[in-house]
């Protein structure tokens, strides 16, 4: 079945960087966008950004842009998102999620990733 | 930058009650890049409508979205128990894609 699957919850110190990992399957990988959103504990939802796992652009939000990168691996089907710098404001579940194209809604969520900062 | 205002925060109904959402832009956005989502505790969100009024797939005709412009609703017919949970709009016309802050439905 088609579904996204996420690495495991991670714990960083601030100033660290942390990648979580997201491999698709269940579709053809480069016919669908990647973004990632990301959730505070008990706060809404905040997207950081977009992939296209075709070509490889990315676009970031401003508020990440210089703290984010976002990657493909074609061959594993897996996108990859690294925050860098990372502050305890960035404690928060980081989702992947999938539009078939640019501007659509996301259909398909992974499971999430839990991202904790703290010394 | 889009921001949607959601109200109200938190409804309380019954089952089988009616629940009316609202989600409000700070600027016009086209009915095409319009999706509300239903997260539950501990999971991710679930797309329920996209395109203003257009149904996921797998989502009961209880669920219907409506609206233009700056005012948009999110309608969920006779309440059935799995119904109470967080419920979020979205615009996705306009980078950064923005969410509303939630509503949270409860059971009275």
């Known amino acids: 079945q088609v579904q996204l699957v996420q690495s495991g919850a991670e714990v960083k110190k601030p100033g660290a960087s942390v990648k979580v990992s997201c491999k698709a399957s269940?579709?053809?990988?480069?016919?669908?966008?990647i973004h990632w959103v990301r959730q505070a504990p008990g706060q809404g939802l905040e997207w950081m950004g977009i992939i296209n796992p075709s070509g490889g652009s990315t676009s970031y939000a401003q508020k990440f842009q210089g703290r984010v990168t976002m990657t493909r691996d074609t061959s594993t089907s897996t996108v990859y998102m690294e925050l860098s710098s990372l502050r305890s404001e960035d404690t928060a579940v980081y989702y992947c999620?999938?539009?078939?194209?640019?501007?659509?809604?996301?259909?398909?969520w992974g499971q999430g990733t839990m991202v904790t900062v703290s010394s | 930058e889009i921001v949607l205002t959601q109200s109200p925060g938190t409804l309380s109904l019954s089952p089988g009650e009616r629940a009316t959402l609202s989600c409000r832009a700070s600027q016009s956005v086209s009915s095409r890049y319009l999706a509300w989502y239903q997260q539950k505790p501990g999971q991710a969100p679930r797309l329920l409508i996209y395109g203003a009024s257009s149904r996921a797939t797998g989502i009961p005709d209880r669920f219907s979205g409506s609206g233009s412009g700056t005012d948009f609703t999110l309608t969920i017919n006779r309440l059935e128990p799995e119904d109470f949970a967080v419920y979020y709009c979205?615009?996705?016309?306009?980078?950064?894609?923005?969410f509303g802050q939630g509503t949270k439905l409860e059971i009275k």
């Open positions: 269940g579709y053809t990988f480069t016919s669908y966008y």
């Open positions: 979205q615009q996705y016309g306009s980078s950064p894609y923005t």
């Open positions: 999620a999938r539009s078939v194209a640019g501007r659509n809604a996301f259909d398909i």
